[in-house]
């Protein structure tokens, strides 16, 4: 039940673009993106509804591909604040589940 | 506006007893929910509250228990005490599910230590 995320680490240099992947084996109400720094909580990023619509980070975005129960999260540009874990969250209806998790390192 | 908050920040208990963590979600909102976050590991959905109602929760044994009170706040309690239960446990809070749009706050977590 608990999505599956791409890649599970990686390492950018300022300015590159990373696109991170969330995929779930179950029929999907929503996605959720939060990041997680080290030591800190979880913070919101972005949510995405079935039907297209979504709310959320100014210079992130996001898909949500329902038919394939697939959310994919682009980060353009990226910079050394967009370090940590990076989580989508699932909603099945009556279920939330955080996917696993990557790990995104952005150097100088 | 006051965020989500946690009590107690550490807690440290030996194998056997009863931990009790408590969660004041943000004001206005009615969902509370709990996860578990080993070191180093991923966000591990234990219960989800709303309304005074457990909504649902996640794949952990039945000693793994909680409530939600009247005003919102919540209570996780965890029955005889495992080493393997010595983890972050984090609340969040949201508006109600039929909210739609209901991103979930999180507070700043429990770090429990089971010795």
């Known amino acids: 039940q608990q999505p599956v995320q791409s890649p599970q680490a990686v390492i950018l240099r300022e300015g590159e673009d990373a696109v991170i992947n969330c995929s779930s084996s179950k029929a999907l109400y929503s996605v959720h993106w939060y990041r997680q720094k080290h030591g800190e909580a979880p913070v919101f990023l972005m949510i995405?509804?079935?039907?297209?619509e979504q709310k959320g980070h100014e210079k992130i975005s996001a898909s949500f591909n329902e038919k394939k129960q697939q959310s994919s999260l682009y980060l353009t540009a990226s910079q050394l604040s967009y370090s940590g874990t990076y989580f989508c969250?699932?909603?099945?209806?009556?279920?939330?589940?955080f996917g696993t998790g990557t790990s995104l390192t952005v150097i100088p | 506006e006051a965020g989500v908050t946690q009590s107690p920040t550490h807690l440290i208990k030996t194998r056997g007893q009863q931990a009790t963590l408590r969660c004041s979600p943000i004001s206005g909102h009615t969902s509370v929910y709990w996860y578990q976050q080993a070191l180093g590991l991923g966000l591990q959905f234990l219960l989800w509250?709303?309304?005074?109602?457990?909504?649902n929760r996640g794949n952990f044994p039945p000693r793994f228990s909680g409530r939600q009170f009247p005003n919102y706040s919540s209570e996780l309690n965890v029955n005889a005490l495992e080493l393997e239960d010595s983890a972050l446990y984090l609340c969040a809070s949201s508006l109600d599910f039929g909210s739609n749009l209901y991103e979930q706050y999180f507070g700043p977590g429990t770090r429990l230590t089971v010795t």
């Open positions: 995405l509804l079935k039907g297209g």
């Open positions: 509250y709303d309304e005074g109602e457990e909504r």
């Open positions: 969250g699932t909603d099945t209806g009556n279920q939330f589940y």
